[in-house]
């Protein structure tokens, strides 16, 4: 494949921060369906680690509208929006089979909202975006385009679970699969950021954590 533009770069790289972003935001709140049924969520608390809008009125306006509503910039169905947005704008470089597969977790995504069992239809989504992963992984040639995607997806899982002080465990591991795949690359990492990765601690720690945090959304320009 021919060298690729900056704009592409970006876009590869943001496609892969947008399916992460959905899939693992998914996976967080699916236990929030059965606490709902005997108890109460902490959304203002989920709103606050990710720095966005608590605009919710109780906990089942949360789990809608931050999942559903189109309008809210920051929904997971607008972020659905902009990964697809993204696929689109990439079709000739990851193929109308592998966006296929996003094409249709936004679809899912849109039945969900209407569906009396909303936990089925959101569990596909998850599978859909998991396809798309395989498949691009399977069918895209270019080396450096698939590491592109999947250090834009490594970045934004780290970014979550350092938020969210979610598997807290696979933090250092998933600094070792975002280093391997950035070395396969064309990416050009901030040295600092890169340092501060390298030299990870304890993330359990809210000030090593943060730093972590900084240094995962810094790495990368694109």
Known sequence: MDSLSVSKVNRLFWLGRYYERLATTLSYLWDWYDVMIDGEIDYPLFCQKLSIDCCYKDDKDFMHNYVFDKDNP???????????????????????????????????????????????????????????????DDTIDDENVRNIIKCGAGVERLS???????????????????????????????????????????????????????????LFTV
């Open 74 to 136: 920051d929904s997971l169905r607008t972020v659905a929006e902009a990964m697809l947005g993204n696929g689109m704008m990439l079709r000739e470089i990851i193929g109308s089979r592998t966006l296929a597969y996003l094409e249709l977790a936004v679809l899912g995504l849109k039945s969900a909202e209407d569906s009396d069992s909303t936990t089925l239809p959101l569990q596909r989504v998850i599978d859909f975006l998991m396809a798309f992963r395989g498949s691009y």
């Open 160 to 218: 979550l679970y350092l938020r969210l002080g979610w598997h807290l465990d696979s933090v250092e591991s998933e600094i070792g699969k975002l280093m391997k795949r950035m070395n396969r690359t064309t990416l050009q990492p901030s040295q600092s950021s890169l340092q501060a990765l390298l030299t990870a601690k304890n993330p359990k720690t809210p000030e090593e954590a943060h730093k972590l945090l900084e240094a995962a959304e810094n």
